[in-house]
């Protein structure tokens, strides 16, 4: 078979039109193993391929593409590097979207490989052309450059050739664009300062931070709300928290949430700034995020209050994110009566709102309530159950009624609540005494898809590892329970059939 594509690729480089002989070595490619491909890669010859992509025929450039697509993948990254870097920069310049896009999948491959990457990083027109496509209109153009440049800032040599040449130049003569291409700049931008000090020190040398920075406390409110995303993955990092907090960047978003009231047009970033002080609570101190910045706790209680299902949804991710560990929930249980009235909200939210609110309810609700049982102390299993009767009249009712809705997502995220509370003395207090709610945890006729008999297991399998349940439940319910575990998600009881004689 590798024989027959040789000769049928020979044949292709002697003719002027292969139509017939590309859809055949095509047909062939289909059948031959990668393995014997790279047996025989010293006999690949892939210039006369290159050529046709260069003429103005839609079926002969889209076979080309697919060819060699298959071929490249035989030939080491080194040699690819080596061998065909003129191929790969007219590749780049090419007016059809899939030879860029093929052409970039290799240049991806090269960055991956030690040996090859630096055979594009002494090759400046490639690196120029790749810095090029950021601007293309193809969104999958843009992204595969985006990967690449990014994948060679990994080393110094990188840095240094993206940063200390006339490539910073293209970077910014890229942006200039418009503001979608300026955006995908500034995204190449974070993902490499996300790196380590070194990296965003290279960055913020370049003045493409500051911009971005610029532009996030602008007067423009549609920026704002892109260009705090952006700000929001650098944070996520701890270098780059602190040297946020070192330009005075998180206390200027601060005081621009402070401003928002009087902002009519607020709502167009205020979701973005609330997550990412959401974000910076839990990855530092929620204690100390929410005492120094305390409109931001004040701005989610608001939004909690609001109309608007978009402010409700960022209020609910934030409370989930911020209550997901014991020090997030001690904030939220310093505020007292409001934290109750906004538990109240959520029940409401969770029983009342459109299906995705709903999910995000539940969701959120799972995280507050989760406690691991080395954390179970009086106080917090005391704070957990107040919290639960704040939710609702009968709030073990309530998910039971969500999760028995026709929809498989709600039915997960209910049962996720159920699990959040399984390890808890208390909730299994209460799931023993409500009517049923034993028989509905066994009954496996319940749950007709994977993700809701993965769910329902998880839920079994929190109450049967619990030290407690066993007085709790009663000896022979635990042992239903470890049955059901033993059993797995997806047992199916047998139906016993009786034979009849005589019967046909």
Known sequence: ?????????????????????????????????????????????????????????????????????????????????????????????????????????????????????????????LLKQIVYCIGGENLSVAKAAIKSLSRISLTQAGLEALFESNLLDDLKNVMKTNDIVRYRVYELIVEISSVSPESLNYCTTSGLVTQLLKELTGEDVLVRATCIEMVTSLACTHHGRQYLAQEGVIDQISNIIVGADSDPFSSFYLPGFVKFFGNLAIMDSPQQVCERYPVFVEKVFEMMESQDPTMIGVAVDT??????????????????????????????????????????????ISSLFYLPPEQQTDDLLRMAESWFSSLSRDPLELFRGISNQPFPELHCAALKVFTAIANQPWAQKLMFHSPG????????????????????????????????????????????????????????????????????
Do not use: W
């Open 437 to 504: 709610f034993v028989e509905y945890v066994m009954d496996r006729s319940v749950e007709h898809d994977k993700a809701s008999k993965d769910a329902k297991y998880e839920l079994v399998k929190a109450l049967a590892s619990s030290k407690t349940i066993a007085e709790i439940f009663g000896n022979p319910n635990y042992l239903r329970l470890r049955t059901y575990l033993s059993e797995g998600p997806y047992y199916v009881k047998p139906i016993s059939t009786t034979a009849v004689e005589g019967a046909e």
């Open 1 to 125: 078979m590798a024989a027959q594509a040789l000769t049928l690729l020979r044949e292709v480089s002697r003719l002027e039109a292969p139509l017939e002989e590309l859809r055949a070595l095509q047909s062939v490619l289909q059948s031959v193993p990668l393995s014997e491909l790279r047996e025989q890669a010293a006999e690949l010859r892939l210039g006369p391929l290159f050529s046709l992509l260069n003429e103005n025929h839609r079926e002969q450039t889209t076979l080309c593409v697919s060819i060699l697509e298959r071929l490249l993948q035989a030939l080491e990254p080194v040699h690819v590097a080596r061998n065909l870097r003129n191929d790969l920069q007219r590749g780049l310049t090419h007016p059809n979207d899939s030879v860029k896009i093929l052409t970039l999948s290799q240049v991806g491959r090269i960055v991956e490989n030690s040996d090859a990457v630096t055979e594009i990083l002494n090759n400046t027109e």
């Open 319 to 364: 409370i989930g994110i911020l209550g997901s560990n014991v020090e997030g929930k001690q904030v939220l249980q310093k505020t007292g009566t409001r934290f109750e009235r906004l538990l109240m909200r959520m029940g409401y939210q969770a029983k009342n709102a459109s299906t995705e609110l709903k999910i995000r309810c539940l969701d959120a």
